[in-house]
């Protein structure tokens, strides 16, 4: 399942771009991960809020996606809890419920600095099928 996720993510020119990687894709959870280069930095030094709510959607899609094969996000927001200062984003979702069309699903997204973990956001979302 992981390398499907893996070939998926590959084809996602926005998601390349960032340098986005799959780590885990699982029935139900998935976990994306970025590094946090200047380029994507804002002008105080932390991970711009876009590039993280895209971790945070991309990886709620995935989680989606494992439950309802192919699909879109059809509407998601994000709870910013801290700046994102660090190595690494790290964002993990789960599917909280999944019926035949749609799921409703969290991520939440960390700053990693070599072993430490930081909560940055929260997110919550719907993905529907296609």
Do not use: W
């Not at 959870?29 to 895209?54: C, M, P, T």
């Not at 709620?60 to 700046?83: H, M």
């Not at 999944?98 to 993905?127: D, F, H, M, P």
Request: glycine share 10%; with cysteine; hydrophobic share 40%.
């Amino acid at each position: 399942m992981l390398e499907k996720g893996k070939e998926i993510l590959s084809q996602q020119s926005f998601s390349l771009l960032l340098g986005a990687e799959l780590d885990v894709y699982k029935t139900g959870i998935a976990e994306l991960s970025l590094k946090i280069r200047d380029d994507l930095q804002q002008n105080n030094g932390f991970a711009h809020g876009g590039v993280v709510s895209y971790l945070a959607d991309n990886c709620i899609t995935f989680a989606g996606a494992s439950v309802l094969g192919s699909c879109v996000t059809s509407e998601y927001k994000v709870n910013y809890v801290r700046p994102a200062i660090g190595d690494i984003l790290v964002a993990r979702s789960n599917v909280l419920h999944s019926g035949k069309r749609q799921a409703t699903c969290e991520c939440k997204v960390y700053a990693k600095s070599g072993e430490e973990e930081k909560l940055v956001a929260v997110s919550l979302g719907t993905i529907i099928k296609v």
